[in-house]
């Protein structure tokens, strides 16, 4: 079913062309990803399917029953209910039509209603066809469908009577995307749902979008969560708009194809009419050929001129160096607490950094990696422990928060100030690598946009020369091509980085060891991303297998030589284990809502609603059916995250 289409749409800003002729189809069970570079308007183009910005020619079509949802990025939620109760208000049909359903057994409990035939069957016909639409609806299990999506966002510890004007606006974010998932509109439009989120979340949000039923609009720069969520690829360039099949990675191979393909058939034409040119010039003078050559000028002219290819325009060029090599033991940490005002977030860290190695820090918001990273570069005491750098170390460190780029200066000053006695040529010829070029220097810096601070700032690391970089979220505010640049960038260079990211991509291509901090020290895992993601799911499914008891003692050698193998098949058992429990658990499901059916059904009969003690007794049932009804969702969704 064709739920939205967009035809020859344009969108201008003043004089400036956004979008061109664009067309577009969202159907049923679409997962559709817009892509493009930063400002090409694909933010833009989500507000005018939104309704919330105005287009200037084109149409949309959209049946009148079908309902959109859209999350713009960086969306709080401002709200002075409390956390349960601000989920709950998504469901305030099913609350009010399951009064209804109460009201109207009240009705059918009263002798004379029930003495009335004629009244009582209109109410009993009104009944079924409310409890037929109320369990269509959800309505015995939105309460677990709440709980569910709290646990999935990371809120599973918090106090739900919690009110959201106290909440930072980190949690207020996560839960804007929350209460739009409880809403499950037919048309969901996400932009940028991945940012400030943990990794632990990201992968939650990856399965219940894998299991939405409704159409996905979607655009992100998480390229592990594009291929893991998209059917299709809308690409936005030049203000034109070109439709690929498949996910991400499949959009860049056939991209890339497309690419190929065009600009070999644009220098056969190029060969064909240099060819036809050639024969004229030669031939157009002499009596003997010239009617030949009017004839291939007529040929000539009658060719329909193909345009070169164009590419994805200018991208962005740097590298990294080093000014000069650094011992081999770069950082030692020792026992360290980090945190703020003798506070610690995350204690007992220990590690070390040895030459060219690219250590990834991973784990959950708020643990204290960028608390970390700022305590390495001395922008926070440690609160206890020892950090030592080895010989020869100059580091270069990039502030995810961006917060030394606030000043009046011009962009041209910013860097030039830095470094006084390279020319202006030479500053300029920085920035243009950067995409800084004309009069874009002469922006103030305070005034530019999150992503050419970020690429102004990698500029500045790159002029540095350190033979230390350390990171934090340094692909926040790039777009897809950027950060390919400086993956690439990274993958060269000479030196030694530690970084934070949620950008699992950008960590496999980068990492050569992960390090995951909880609140009492730290866990290696020597690989990249892929690995440590294996190497986790391994751990904890030997763990689930030995019932959360702590592994018997048993001598180092032994635990070294455990067989892959042996641990491959505990695996599978238990992944067979699981199927099972969430088969067990769906048809307990079945039955207990059968159960509440049944238990309704009997509340109608005349001769138990007139039985005031056998009506508490049906009813005290049903609230304990309901109550494991609850648990059994909640457990069915944990499950199924983990089939997955």
């Known amino acids: 079913m064709i739920l939205l289409q967009i035809n020859q749409l344009n969108k201008s800003f003043g004089a400036d062309l956004i979008l061109s002729n664009i067309k577009l189809e969202i159907q049923s069970g679409d997962s559709i990803a817009l892509v493009g570079r930063n400002g090409s308007g694909k933010s833009t183009l989500l507000k005018i399917i939104a309704g919330q910005m105005a287009y200037d020619s084109g149409e949309i079509v959209k049946p009148k029953d079908v309902t959109i949802g ?6 709080g939620l401002e709200s002075d209910l409390s956390i349960w109760d601000e989920m709950l208000s998504v469901f305030e049909d099913l609350r009010e039509q399951e009064k209804e359903l109460r009201k109207l057994e009240q009705q059918m409990s009263d002798p004379s209603v029930f003495n009335n035939p004629d009244q009582f069957e209109k109410i009993l016909k009104e009944y079924d066809r409310l409890q037929v639409s109320f369990k269509e609806k959800g309505g015995y299990q939105y309460e677990a469908d709440i709980r569910s999506v709290l646990h999935g966002l990371k809120f599973h510890s918090y106090d739900y009577s919690t009110k959201i004007s106290a909440l930072s606006g980190g949690q207020k974010t996560r839960l804007a995307l929350g209460k739009l998932l409880l809403t499950k509109p037919d048309i969901l439009i996400l932009d940028e749902p991945t940012n400030h989120l943990d990794i632990e979340t990201l992968s939650w949000l990856e399965q219940f979008l894998q299991g939405y039923k409704g159409a996905i609009l979607i655009v992100s720069h998480d390229r592990y969560f594009l291929d893991k969520i998209v059917n299709q690829i809308y690409e936005i360039n030049n203000t034109k708009i070109t439709k690929y099949i498949g996910n991400y990675t499949a959009y860049l191979e056939q991209k890339a194809k497309n690419y190929e393909r065009e600009l070999k058939l644009y220098e056969k034409q190029q060969e064909e009419i240099a060819r036809l040119e050639d024969f004229i010039q030669r031939n157009l003078a002499r009596a003997s050929t010239t009617k030949r050559a009017q004839s291939r000028r007529k040929q000539l002219e009658r060719i329909e001129r193909i ?40 204690r007992g860290i220990s590690f070390r950094v040895t030459r060219g190695e690219s250590i990834a820090l991973v784990g959950p918001n708020g643990i204290g990696k960028s608390t970390l990273l700022k305590t390495i570069v001395n922008k926070l005491p440690p ?23 606030t000043s009046n200066k011009r962009v041209l000053n910013e860097l030039w100030d830095d470094y006084p006695l390279k020319t202006e040529k030479e500053i300029r010829t920085i920035l243009g690598n950067f995409l800084f070029s004309g009069d874009d220097v002469l922006k103030t810096v305070h005034s530019l946009s999150g992503g050419e601070k970020a690429r102004l700032s990698l500029a500045k690391l790159m002029m540095k020369n350190a033979n230390l970089l350390i990171l934090d979220e340094p692909t926040n505010h790039l777009d897809l091509t950027s950060k390919e640049v400086l993956e690439n960038a990274l993958i060269d260079y000479p030196g030694t980085i530690l970084f934070v990211s949620h950008d699992r991509y950008f960590i496999n291509r980068i990492a050569t060891k992960v390090i995951e901090l909880s609140e009492n020290g730290i866990t290696e895992y020597l690989g990249d991303y892929d690995y440590y993601v294996e190497k986790k799911l391994e751990q904890e499914e030997i763990a689930k297998l030995e019932n959360g008891q702590k592994e018997k003692d048993k001598p180092s050698s032994q635990k070294e030589n455990q067989s892959s193998y042996h641990k491959q098949k505990e695996v599978k058992k238990l992944e067979r284990q699981k199927q099972r429990r969430l088969q067990e658990i769906e048809n307990m499901i079945t039955k207990l809502e059968e159960q509440i059916e049944e238990n309704e059904q009997l509340l109608c009969e005349p001769e138990i609603f007139q039985d005031h003690e056998k009506v508490q007794e049906i009813s005290r049932e049903n609230e304990e059916v309901k109550k494991r009804l609850d648990e059994l969702l909640e457990e069915w969704a944990e499950l199924a995250e983990d089939v997955k």
């Not at 859209?70 to 969306?75: E, F, M, R, S, V």
């Not at 994805?312 to 945190?339: P, Y």
């Not at 609160?383 to 780029?405: A, C, H, M, P, R």
């Open 70 to 75: 859209y999350l713009a990025q960086d969306t």
């Open 307 to 346: 345009n070169r290819p164009q590419g994805d325009g200018k991208s962005a060029f740097f590298g990294f160096q080093i000014e000069r090599q650094s011992g081999n033991d770069v950082l030692m940490i020792q026992d360290l607490s980090v945190g703020y005002k003798n506070k610690p977030v995350c």
């Open 383 to 405: 609160i206890e422990g020892g950090i030592k750098f080895g010989s020869n170390v100059s580091i270069g460190y990039y502030d995810q928060e961006l917060t030394e780029l």
